[in-house]
């Protein structure tokens, strides 16, 4: 199985475009000590978009989004559309993500029709997938998961799924410190692969408290092809020596 690997840094509701502006400067110098297997995806806020995209360019740094409306355009007041995201160059957009679940009314349904207009429009979205810690001790993450799994792809071509990027993130994990067990995070991926045709060579992202420390046990895993990273990218130097430690086995 030759699953191409990514870091997606989710920097969430932080840096101006000023900020932005200096990460990048900061981040692009060390590329070339980065490994070229790992791609490499930078998700600033929306008011980031632009200037991220203007520093980045002629990298191999890819910009994604942290969200998206599903239609392309109208009075949906505050929203951001999948052809305004593709003028700045933007190619990923995380869908999906709990925080949006839990704070924005992301749900099942409207993460399926995001994903259906992200691949429409060539955006190629990574939706995230994770269970609460009550879900975990009452014994559902893999029930959990998998219908999350099925439900933001159901109706997409099981060819068209090679395209996509999962991120599998225990909502309990994210931001707390309190990492998932590699190996404990690798079986419950290896169960989201199979959860759908078309999964084989799909990567599947860890997220929760990823960091410089953790990084490498993960990557040594059969089924985790990356990460999605929110506090540990927010520094240019930790984020490159976390890319350093994300490479493939040897
Ligand atoms: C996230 O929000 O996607 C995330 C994984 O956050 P953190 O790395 O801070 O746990």
């Not at 200096?22 to 980065?34: E, K």
């Not at 609460?132 to 998998?146: I, M, Y």
């Amino acid at each position: 199985m030759n699953v191409r690997r990514l870091v997606v840094a989710n920097w969430k509701m932080n840096k101006t475009a000023a900020e932005t502006a200096d990460y990048i400067d900061a981040f692009v110098v060390q590329l070339p000590s980065l490994p070229r297997d790992v791609e490499i995806v930078l998700a600033p806020p929306f008011t980031s978009i632009c200037r991220a995209a203007a520093k980045r360019e002629g990298s191999r740094v890819r910009l994604g989004a942290q969200t998206m409306h599903w239609e392309l355009h109208g009075a949906f007041t505050g929203e951001i559309s999948a052809p305004m995201l593709r003028e700045f160059g933007v190619s990923h957009v995380i869908l999906g993500h709990s925080e949006r679940r839990a704070h924005c009314n992301e749900t099942d349904r409207t993460v399926n029709l995001k994903v259906h207009t992200a691949l429409e429009q060539s955006l190629i979205p990574i939706v995230a997938v994770g269970e609460t810690l009550e879900q975990r001790r009452a014994g559902v993450t893999d029930d959990h998961v998998v219908a999350q799994t099925r439900a933001a792809f159901d109706g997409v071509d099981a060819g068209a799924l090679a395209g996509v990027v999962i991120a599998y993130e225990p909502i309990w994990a994210i931001g707390t410190g309190e990492n998932c067990e590699p190996a404990e995070a690798n079986r419950v991926m290896a169960t989201i692969r199979s959860s759908l045709q078309g999964l084989r060579e799909t990567p599947i992202l860890y997220g929760g408290s990823m960091n410089t420390g953790n990084v490498a046990s993960y990557a040594t895993q059969p089924d985790i092809n990356g990460g999605l990273i929110g506090g540990a990218s927010l520094d240019p130097d930790g984020f490159a020596q976390l890319i350093r430690s994300a490479a493939s086995p040897p």
